[in-house]
């Protein structure tokens, strides 16, 4: 018997109450696919759903000795502690896991200071500033998007994001401000294709195909972005309407480009295992919109489709992530 049949997997992930019916049947039907394809794959899989803030009561029952977390938690549910918060937990009781670390985490979740850690890797982001409505005065780059300084998954981004005007730009940061209790960013809006780019691997980092969205039935600068709704409500003009191009039609020039710039953003991040990078062409120029770690690997995500395009089943897709954590393993890494 192999030491992969030794390891087991322990697979993680939260359920918000706050959510709709929908969104947590929809999570816990992708998880159960991932597990499902871990076990096809020959591993000791087990699946827990942490449904409030006490993750130990979960840590405790499992050996990390002979078990790899498959880390799929998005926060501590029913508590103010952050994404960040659950990475630290596995660590204090002594878990490999998969994903990116406490610090890369966290330090995705400050757009401002993100924005700057990518300025001085010659990453180039777009025109930026953290506003709060008196300042929107001084705000002259139209048209503007705004959004939260400190979340991910496009909470609170719709077509209303993009600002063409001072008026428009001081009550959408309000909005902000009152819907989430942070501070709003306002950025040059770039007007361009969009592309997600995933990379993977530890030594050395792998990028797959390039995913574009495809905004070809937008008439409006406004509609031309992955809203909130594009993400999670099925049935929303958004989400039936933009359609992922896999691969993305780039020529060899721009191909190489957009390639280094994803490598040199990650290992200037800091990343492991894998993560995603949202970046807009304007003008020939790529820009960075935002860093994902520890993104969706659900089976129908563009994540999952430039695997597929690489080859891999989605088994063998989660298989790779969890070889890539238990390199990282006490007992297990010298097998890998």
Same mark, same amino acid.
């Given at each position: 018997?192999?030491? %992969?049949?030794?390891?087991?997997?322990?697979?993680?992930?939260?359920?918000?109450?706050?959510?709709?019916?929908?969104?947590?049947?929809?999570?816990?039907?992708?998880?159960?696919?991932?597990?499902?394809?871990?076990?096809?794959?020959?591993?000791?899989?087990?699946?827990?759903?942490?449904?409030?803030?006490?993750?130990?009561?979960?840590?405790?029952?499992?050996?990390?000795? %002979?078990?790899?977390?498959?880390?799929?938690?998005?926060?501590?549910?029913?508590?103010?502690?952050?994404?960040?918060?659950?990475?630290?937990?596995?660590?204090?009781?002594?878990?490999?896991?998969?994903?990116?670390?406490?610090?890369?985490?966290?330090?995705?979740?400050?757009?401002?200071?993100?924005?700057?850690?990518?300025?001085?890797?010659?990453?180039?982001?777009?025109?930026?500033?953290?506003?709060?409505?008196?300042?929107?005065?001084?705000?002259?780059?139209?048209?503007?998007?705004?959004?939260?300084?400190?979340?991910?998954?496009?909470?609170?981004?719709?077509?209303?994001?993009?600002?063409?005007?001072?008026?428009?730009?001081?009550?959408?940061?309000?909005?902000?401000?009152?819907?989430?209790?942070?501070?709003?960013?306002?950025?040059?809006?770039?007007?361009?294709?969009?592309?997600?780019?995933?990379?993977?691997?530890?030594?050395?980092?792998?990028?797959?195909?390039?995913?574009?969205?495809?905004?070809?039935?937008?008439?409006?600068?406004?509609?031309?972005?992955?809203?909130?709704?594009?993400?999670?409500?099925?049935?929303?003009?958004?989400?039936?309407?933009?359609?992922?191009?896999?691969?993305?039609?780039?020529?060899?020039?721009?191909?190489?480009?957009?390639?280094?710039?994803?490598?040199?953003?990650?290992?200037?991040?800091?990343?492991?295992?894998?993560?995603?990078?949202?970046?807009?062409?304007?003008?020939?120029?790529?820009?960075?919109?935002?860093?994902?770690?520890?993104?969706?690997?659900?089976?129908?995500?563009?994540?999952?489709?430039?695997?597929?395009?690489?080859?891999?089943s989605y088994g063998q897709m989660v298989k790779r992530i969890v070889m890539m954590a238990a390199g990282r393993h006490p007992v297990f890494r010298d097998g890998y």
């Open positions: 018997m192999t030491k %992969q049949f030794l390891l087991k997997v322990l697979i993680v992930y939260d359920i918000d109450h706050s959510w709709d019916a929908v969104e947590i049947s929809e999570t816990r039907r992708s998880n159960r696919i991932l597990s499902e394809a871990l076990r096809k794959e020959g591993f000791d899989t087990c699946i827990e759903e942490l449904r409030d803030p006490h993750l130990d009561r979960i840590l405790e029952k499992h050996d990390p000795r %002979q078990t790899i977390v498959f880390n799929l938690c998005e926060g501590l549910p029913g508590s103010s502690h952050p994404e960040r918060r659950v990475t630290e937990i596995f660590e204090h009781w002594g878990f490999t896991y998969t994903g990116n670390t406490p610090e890369v985490i966290d330090l995705s979740y400050d757009k401002q200071k993100t924005k700057e850690l990518l300025m001085t890797l010659g990453i180039r982001v777009p025109d930026g500033s953290i506003l709060d409505a008196e300042e929107a005065e001084n705000w002259s780059l139209f048209p503007a998007i705004v959004k939260p300084s400190r979340e991910h998954c496009s909470l609170t981004i719709s077509e209303k994001s993009v600002v063409f005007d001072t008026a428009s730009l001081k009550e959408q940061i309000l909005f902000v401000n009152s819907e989430l209790n942070q501070p709003a960013l306002v950025e040059d809006f770039i007007d361009g294709r969009e592309f997600h780019v995933s990379v993977w691997n530890n030594g050395p980092p792998e990028m797959l195909p390039v995913a574009e969205m495809d905004f070809s039935a937008f008439a409006e600068a406004k509609e031309r972005l992955c809203t909130y709704d594009s993400k999670f409500i099925p049935g929303s003009g958004h989400y039936e309407r933009i359609e992922t191009v896999m691969p993305a039609s780039l020529d060899e020039w721009l191909y190489k480009k957009l390639e280094k710039k994803a490598i040199d953003t990650w290992k200037g991040f800091g990343c492991k295992d894998y993560a995603r990078f949202d970046f807009r062409l304007r003008d020939d120029k790529f820009y960075l919109l935002d860093i994902n770690p520890n993104n969706d690997i659900s089976i129908d995500t563009s994540f999952a489709m430039a695997a597929e395009m690489m080859n891999y």
